[in-house]
T-cell receptor, first 113, second 111 residues
């Protein structure tokens, strides 16, 4: 019974490149949440998705960031034209039903050089 | 504005020295409060969910309690392996079930 799977664990990108972060939720979970964590800071909400729908993207920067959760396959967080300020740990969480518990993956650590 | 405030930011304890971590929140109509543990380089690990004032949950040396304004995570006779960052989160008001996290309390337990 695999948990939330995120890959890659570590990602290095040069400024201006694109970063794609993947998240496979727990089996049966249809709600996915993306968070960003900077050193010494808490988890900042970015976007909440259900299958094929973006429910809330109020925490997502307006430019360069996008997210999807297709009918088949993992959820993808895409960052275009990365800058050094995008360097952070990005965590994905999934839930079966709102307010019943959220399971986190191990995160993707993005470093922009 | 901050909806979740955790204190202290950092806490050092000797093994066996019991203490409490605080999580105060400002959301009205609380729909759920969560405690997580996060080890360096890893994702948050779920500990407890609390829904209403007066509720308590326990797991090994940890006990979480909830009032109308705050939650406490009590650590009894801690061990070095309890060293971690403890995160508190509340569900945002409104229709979406989105957890909002505090900055966490970094706990170090010395042997």
């Amino acid at each position: 019974n695999a948990g939330v799977m995120q890959n890659p664990r570590h990602l290095v990108r040069r400024r201006g490149q694109e970063a794609r972060l993947r998240c496979s939720p727990m089996k049966g979970h249809s709600h996915v949440y993306w968070y960003r964590q900077l050193p010494e800071e808490g988890l900042k909400f970015m976007v909440y998705l259900q299958k094929e729908n973006i429910i809330d993207e109020s925490g997502m920067p307006k430019e360069r960031f996008s997210a999807e959760f297709p009918k088949e396959g993992p959820s993808i967080l895409r960052i275009q034209q990365v800058v050094r300020g995008d360097s952070a740990a990005y965590f994905c969480a999934s839930s079966l039903q709102g307010a019943k518990g959220y399971t986190f993956g191990s995160g993707t650590r993005l470093t922009v050089v | 504005e901050d909806q979740v405030t955790q204190s202290p930011e950092a806490l050092r304890l000797q093994e066996g020295e019991s203490s409490s971590l605080n999580c105060s929140y400002t959301v009205s109509g609380l729909r759920g409060l969560f405690w997580y543990r996060q080890d360096p380089g890893k994702g948050p690990e779920f500990l407890f969910t609390l829904y209403s004032a007066g509720e308590e949950k326990e797991k090994e040396r940890l006990k979480a309690t909830l009032t109308k304004k705050e939650s406490f995570l009590h650590i009894t006779a801690p061990k070095p392996e309890d060293s971690a960052t403890y995160l508190c989160a509340v569900l945002r008001p409104g229709g979406s079930y989105i957890p909002t996290f505090g900055r966490g309390t970094s706990l170090i337990v010395h042997p």
